[in-house]
């Protein structure tokens, strides 16, 4: 069974950093292709950055040059840096795989940048 838990979320100003956490269990994680997600009041869930077992990264055009994703596959953990947040990063943070089986959607991290 494959599940994740997402931490690090909440309040900063626009400008400022953040960094997420991702805890996953499951077999050869190692291998699996990684991603985080969002979702902001209204919207629908959106990829903004993902991570190959080879450490190949892809991000969305909104994030990108701000936002990294990195792994650490000994400890099944995958990583968020958010570098000059904006208003518009407001929403709740998940993190998947998108490898399958992919989780079951969690709570996620609630990340709200002040303007």
């Known amino acids: 069974q494959v599940r994740t838990v997402e931490s690090g979320g909440g309040l900063v100003q626009a400008g400022g950093s953040l960094r997420l956490s991702c805890a996953a269990s499951?077999?050869?994680?190692?291998?699996?292709?990684m991603g985080w997600y969002r979702q902001a009041p209204g919207k629908q869930r959106e990829l903004v950055a993902s991570?190959?077992?080879?450490?190949?990264?892809t991000y969305a055009d909104s994030v990108k040059g701000r936002f990294t994703i990195s792994r650490d596959n000994a400890k099944k953990t995958v990583s968020l840096q958010m570098n000059s947040v904006k208003p518009e990063d407001t929403a709740v943070y998940y993190c998947?795989?998108?490898?399958?089986?992919?989780?079951?959607w969690g709570q996620g991290t609630q990340v709200t940048v002040s303007s």
């Open positions: 991570i190959t077992s080879g450490a190949t990264t």
């Open positions: 998947n795989f998108l490898t399958p089986p992919i989780a079951s």
């Open positions: 499951g077999m050869f994680f190692s291998m699996k292709t």
